[in-house]
């Protein structure tokens, strides 16, 4: 994949509108790599092609006008002989001079710097956006809030406008509600007290939520006793949950390892024990106070706080002795 593809699909997926430097952040590497692969390129087109080699001379050299037959027996002689001489099969050739065959070596290509890698990314980014400003395009790459977004162009708003009221609003089911299409979805087609039964709960409610939402649909009567409805799964709920098919659902033993996965995390981020390098830290407890007499001095202020009422006790002397006189 291009950068510039790497820029186009970051800026389309972005939520919020994406900046300079994170653009960069993410495709730096990519970019150092492709102007790395471009230098190796252009230094290899730069080197010299080797010359030809010059084809080896096969011509005889030139008889003279004396015919085979006048040649004495003396020269015959003497030119076997010579022709006995053999040459060398490899000739050294001398030191410090290369093969015209022989390929020269490029030169040390140098580093790619940060500086260059911006230049080129932010190349890249001009250039996307010039595309997109095309009258072709009906989306244009719109600086916002210090970054990039992809939005429709001014002249496309009344048509979107028109599509974006035809579509349905999003759909927000309730556990129960998810319980239940779940369930449907698994074992279509079913009836309401099979899916009673698995759940625990009365479903009535929940079926005709679903029915509502157009995700479940009626298949028929089951051929029981009582003959109830059946239900199944609609091409709706296929689109909601961006399914092919029904053979797209996780298998049960998929749902079961991640529900396994998940419980078993939690288990063990509940029990996991503390790091051998903590320090155990012993329970506060109080410290203890010097001996004080606070205690009787407490005692001595109460006492005398409540005064003695002494005139009370001797006025009920009094009326104990007059009630034996009188009695007597």
Do not use: W
């Not at 020269?75 to 001489?85: L, N, Q, T, V, Y």
């Not at 500086?115 to 080129?120: G, I, R």
């Not at 009344?158 to 759909?171: D, F, G, M």
């Not at 996780?250 to 529900?259: G, H, I, N, R, T």
Request: aromatic share 2%; glycine share 6%.
């Amino acid at each position: 994949m291009s950068i510039k593809a790497k820029i186009e699909a970051i800026i389309y997926a972005a939520e919020e509108p994406i900046t300079r430097e994170q653009v960069l952040a993410l495709v730096a590497n990519e970019a150092r790599r492709h102007l790395t692969q471009q230098q190796g390129e252009s230094m290899v087109e730069d080197v010299p092609s080797a010359p030809p080699c010059p084809a080896n001379s096969t011509e005889e050299p030139a008889t003279t006008g004396t015919e085979p037959s006048e040649i004495p027996a003396e020269a015959e002689s003497s030119s076997s002989e010579a022709g006995a001489i053999t040459l060398p099969e490899h000739v050294e050739e001398p030191a410090g001079e290369s093969s015209p065959t022989q390929s020269v070596a490029p030169a040390p290509s140098h580093a790619i710097s940060d500086a260059e890698v911006k230049s080129a990314v932010l190349a890249v980014l001009e250039e996307l956006i010039a595309d997109y400003n095309h009258p072709d395009h009906g989306i244009e790459i719109r600086q916002i809030a210090g970054g990039y977004r992809m939005a429709t162009k001014p002249e496309q708003h009344e048509v979107v406008r028109v599509y974006a009221k035809s579509l349905k609003p999003p759909i927000r089911l309730s556990l129960p509600a998810l319980e239940t299409l779940a369930v449907i979805a698994y074992k279509q087609p079913i009836t309401a007290p099979e899916i009673s039964d698995i759940r625990g709960v009365d479903s009535g409610g929940v079926l005709g939520t679903l029915l509502d939402r157009k995700l479940i649909t009626t298949s028929g009567r089951k051929q029981v006793i009582g003959r109830p409805i059946l239900y199944k799964t609609t091409k709706d709920f296929l689109l909601r949950f961006g399914l092919k098919d029904l053979e797209e659902l996780p298998s049960m033993e998929e749902v079961e390892k991640l529900a396994a996965e998940s419980l078993g995390a939690d288990l063990f981020a509940a029990a996991a024990p503390e790091p051998a390098g903590t320090p155990a830290v012993a329970p506060e407890t109080p410290e203890a106070l010097p001996p004080t007499d606070e205690p009787a001095t407490e005692a001595m202020s109460q006492s005398e706080a409540q005064p003695t009422d002494t005139s009370s006790s001797e006025e009920q002397t009094g009326n104990d002795v007059r009630n034996s006189e009188v009695g007597s």
